[in-house]
């Protein structure tokens, strides 16, 4: 499947799944590709693994759960999810060293709460693993305490135009 960019989401410096300073972390990409979802792109190292070669089951959750969060931007773009509940579908094995996308949408908007499902594609475009879950909106300003520190929000430029599932690597426009 071929998804169009239609925008970027911002990134940070220290989270664990988007932050470009995070060694330990995914440092996942996360872009707009239709009114009511994002996809985000990754590739796990051996520093995220449970068995070998396959990406650790809390690792998996992680991904999904920022992912959902992430969706209700589309909406609300000074809302952030804190989560309440996520409840996860394990499918196939997860593998590292092979670039992933993740999906996201909002399914139900209430005034303080959200709900929403996602889902980790592997490069054949079949779904490993399924999530639904749901949040409290949050400014940022209050999940932090007022007290961002020295971190920071912004959208990181990159040239992608599309992400590509399930098609040959040759035809990828990054």
């Known amino acids: 499947m071929k998804y169009e960019v239609l925008g970027r989401q911002y990134v940070s410096h220290h989270c664990f799944v988007c932050g470009t300073k995070n060694v330990a972390g995914l440092q996942a990409k996360f872009y707009h590709v239709s009114d009511a979802e994002i996809i985000g792109v990754f590739t796990g190292g051996e520093n995220h693994a449970s068995y070998p070669h396959r990406m650790h089951g809390g690792v998996i959750a992680a991904l999904l759960d920022e992912t959902i969060g992430r969706a209700i931007l589309l909406y609300e773009p000074e809302v952030f999810g804190v989560t309440v509940e ?34 980790i594609l592997l490069p054949s475009g079949e779904v490993a693993v399924t999530a639904i879950a749901k949040y409290m909106k949050m400014p940022l300003e209050k999940i932090a305490d007022g007290d961002m520190g020295d971190e920071t929000l912004y959208y990181e430029t990159d040239n992608r135009s599309q992400v590509i599932i399930g098609e040959d690597e040759e035809s990828h426009d990054r």
Do not use: I
Request: proline share 6%; charged share 25%; net charge positive.
């Open 86 to 119: 996520l409840n996860l579908q394990y499918k196939k094995p997860v593998p590292l060293g092979v670039e992933l996308a993740v999906k996201g949408r909002v399914t139900e908007n209430r005034s303080r709460l959200f709900s929403g499902s996602g889902e």
